[in-house]
């Protein structure tokens, strides 16, 4: 991979001296979907995938950034004065975006760069790949800079830069898995604390199976954000009898007491997922800790279930992709992970036959769908950081 990036830099940049690499990875989130804006706890992993990183610093102002994955598209320059939005930008807003914030934050970049990405998450697979652009950008430009940032305080700065610059409404957890993961460990996050605690994922004899459906989504054109307001009209149904500030403060015995003060069924559904979702989380943090994976799965699965019926952000291929793999022996739990609407799915398999279902899954999924899906067993690896190895 390091040779590739030097390959490329060269022939965009001219010579490889003084080039330096990073990289932060992509992540998927176990269970605890749409909690994180809602103030309560979230289980992800960072992946061993995620977005490269060659870079350079240069002695003017200017930046300019290319990108392996889109090799017809060219270079994108501007200024370090110049941080602004601009749609034939592309991709490159990701990382215009956290310098912007960073300097809106008084950590104002001294000197421009040149930079080479690339990244091998599947785009648009829900596996963040947002968010390890935002990410790998912080930490490389805080080093280049020599800011001495904090990273949860870097991560934060990456989650507004894709909620204020992009546009996207996105909660804490995809910029804090792919900032703060730790190889071989989920995390059970605190959304509305910050505080987090890492859990060995210690899965004996089963792997993590990612699915993909291949369908295409992007937050931007989901229906992300109205699931986020139809949250918060939940929250101020609530509020009118309780003291709270975020929906998964309370627990789902609490919400059906009080159910009839949000005048909106739509809303309500969509509180009862969040709330219910929260519960499922916690447990299914101590589930890994005590080793009981047939609890967790069994998780996953009402994970789904909710994410199917209450928040309605599945879909046929997401669905399908769960219900075939329910339907496999070896398989203890799936569901979407991300924010649906396409995406993948996350599984918990044994190893062994791992290709038989695989195979069957796809068989049904094709079928009912007419796509492939794809596959891949899911490494967990390390937060974003300088790369130096091979």
């Not at 989130?29 to 309560?40: A, P, Q, S, V």
């Not at 960072?46 to 060219?74: C, E, H, I, K």
């Not at 280049?144 to 894709?162: P, W």
């Not at 089963?206 to 459906?213: D, E, P, R, S, W």
Request: charged share 25%.
């Amino acid at each position: 991979m390091k040779q590739q990036l030097l390959t490329a830099f060269d022939e965009k940049f001219g010579s490889t001296d003084g080039v330096r690499f990073f990289f932060a990875p992509g992540r998927v989130n176990l269970i605890g979907e749409h909690t994180d804006y809602n103030g309560g706890y979230v289980f992800p992993c960072a992946l061993s995938v995620g977005t490269y990183v060659a870079v350079r610093p240069r002695s003017d102002r200017q930046v300019r950034l290319y990108s392996m994955n889109f090799p017809d598209m060219d270079e994108v320059s501007f200024s370090l004065d110049q941080l602004v939005y601009r749609e034939e930008d592309d991709w490159a807003n990701y990382p215009k975006g956290v310098m912007a914030v960073m300097a809106n934050h008084g950590y104002v970049g001294k000197n421009g760069f040149e930079a080479v990405f690339y990244g091998n998450i599947p785009n648009g697979a829900g596996l963040s790949s947002s968010a390890s652009i935002e990410v790998v950008t912080g930490v490389f430009w805080d080093s280049l800079e020599n800011f001495n940032l904090d990273r949860v305080r870097l991560v934060q700065i990456a989650q507004e830069a894709e909620n204020e610059f992009i546009g996207v409404n996105c909660g804490i957890m995809d910029q804090f898995a792919v900032g703060m993961g730790k190889k071989d460990h989920a995390m059970l996050l605190d959304c509305a604390t910050l505080e987090m605690q890492y859990r060995p994922t210690q899965l004996g004899d089963y792997v993590l199976l990612i699915a993909n459906t291949n369908k295409r989504r992007g937050l931007m054109d989901s229906e992300y954000n109205s699931r986020r307001e139809e949250c918060e009209l939940a929250l101020k149904g609530l509020q009118q009898a309780l003291s709270i500030d975020h929906l998964c403060e309370i627990t789902l015995s609490t919400f059906e007491k009080y159910q009839h003060l949000i005048p909106d069924e739509t809303a309500r559904r969509r509180a009862r997922h969040a709330i219910s979702e929260n519960e499922r989380t916690i447990e299914a943090g101590q589930s890994l800790l005590e080793g009981d994976l047939t609890q967790f799965g069994k998780l996953m699965n009402a994970s789904h279930v909710s994410l199917r019926d209450d928040y309605e952000v599945t879909g046929l291929e997401l669905d399908t992709l769960a219900e075939a793999a329910w339907a496999e022996e070896t398989v203890i739990g799936a569901r979407m992970t991300g924010a649906g609407f396409g995406g993948c799915t996350v599984n918990i398999v044994h190893k062994d036959g791992i290709d038989g279902v695989k195979d069957r899954i796809a068989a049904v999924y094709q079928e009912k769908t007419g796509l492939s899906p794809s596959f891949y067993v899911a490494d967990v690896g390390e937060g974003a950081h300088e790369w130096t190895n091979q």
